[in-house]
């Protein structure tokens, strides 16, 4: 009876657990891939949970075996009271353990490579050049082919690989979209480098998840890719827009703010991007200078004495 009851609270638990799971799979996106970067990172995922359920079944399998067998009203089962050793058991403890943290390493030695966010795609189609620029607490999207700007959706053509250069304009952030692959910090003074594609079109979310202060709960976007024609046709229609992006009206965008709306620009700064990367630079620059100089201050006061 004992073990019939202990058996069944188990089931419950791991029945509820499951059920718990299940219940957040509609916002588990980043399983439901869309492009070959978020494919293989999903199947990367699956491999290793499977890896690490070769230990989890067999616990729950052999938990109830052994509550059952050795159960105190089990008058059946065998009394070894001097039992201290098992070369077989001992061998299932080490080994099964060791082949999981192999395989797992394995793992992580190629997909390491397979997967580097700096390793462009290889595609028949010409990348698209995209510019992340990360603000308090908005994004800024270049295209700088195009010589347009938007804030806040990204909108690209399906089955063209996506070239990123990703700097950010205040503290450390994480650009993501999670149904097309790898995340990539954007920092001050720093350029970062992410290759995706969308394998079709549809809207996909994008965030940012790096806590990154006050307004980074709403700091999200949208990415809208289309086919390549109504991408191209998309694009000649922007590109018409009067809606300068210079120095000054960046520094307008730039103030801190959250939600800001949709907003395209054209014609956009040259070299936007770099301006807003080196500001960053000088500035670590002159504090490093500053460093030296009183190291160098330091080191005459002690020659002196």
Not at 89 to 106: C, D, R
Not at 289 to 300: F, P, R, S
Request: hydrophobic share 45%; glycine share 6%; charged share 15%.
């Amino acid at each position: 009876m004992l073990s019939n009851k202990l058996f069944y609270r188990l089931g419950v638990l791991v029945l509820s657990v499951f059920a718990l799971l299940m219940t957040g799979c509609e916002k588990l996106i980043v399983l439901n891939s869309k492009g070959p970067i978020g494919q293989e990172e999903t199947t990367l995922i699956y491999m290793s949970i499977g890896a690490m359920l070769i230990v989890i079944v067999p616990v729950f399998v052999m938990t109830y075996l052994f509550v059952k067998r050795y159960r105190d009203s089990n008058n059946n089962a065998d009394y070894q009271p001097n039992w201290v050793h098992s070369t077989k058991v001992e061998l299932v403890i080490w080994l099964v353990p060791f082949l999981i943290v192999a395989f797992l390493s394995y793992l992580v030695w190629v997909k390491t490579y397979e997967l580097d966010p700096y390793k462009p795609i290889a595609s028949d189609h010409k990348p698209l050049n995209i510019e992340v620029i990360s603000m308090d607490w908005n994004w800024l999207f270049i295209y700088p082919d195009y010589n347009i700007a938007m804030v806040n959706e990204l909108v690209i053509p399906e089955k063209v690989p996506l070239s990123f250069r990703l700097t950010s304009a205040t503290v450390m952030t994480s650009f993501f979209i999670p149904q097309l692959g790898s995340q990539m910090y954007a920092m001050a003074g720093m350029q970062t480098k992410l290759h995706l594609l969308a394998d079709e079109t549809g809207t996909y979310e994008g965030h940012n998840i790096e806590f990154s202060g006050e307004g980074y709960d709403t700091m999200h976007f949208e990415v809208i890719a289309k086919t390549m024609q109504d991408f191209e046709e998309w694009m000649n229609e922007v590109k018409e827009k009067n809606n300068q992006l210079d120095l000054a009206a960046y520094k307008h965008l730039s103030q801190p703010s959250t939600n800001y709306p949709i907003t395209i620009f054209s014609p956009v700064e040259p070299g936007l991007f770099n301006h807003v990367m080196q500001s960053f630079v000088g500035w670590m620059g002159d504090n490093q200078n500053m460093k030296h100089m009183g190291m160098d201050k330091m080191n005459t006061m002690k020659k002196g004495n």
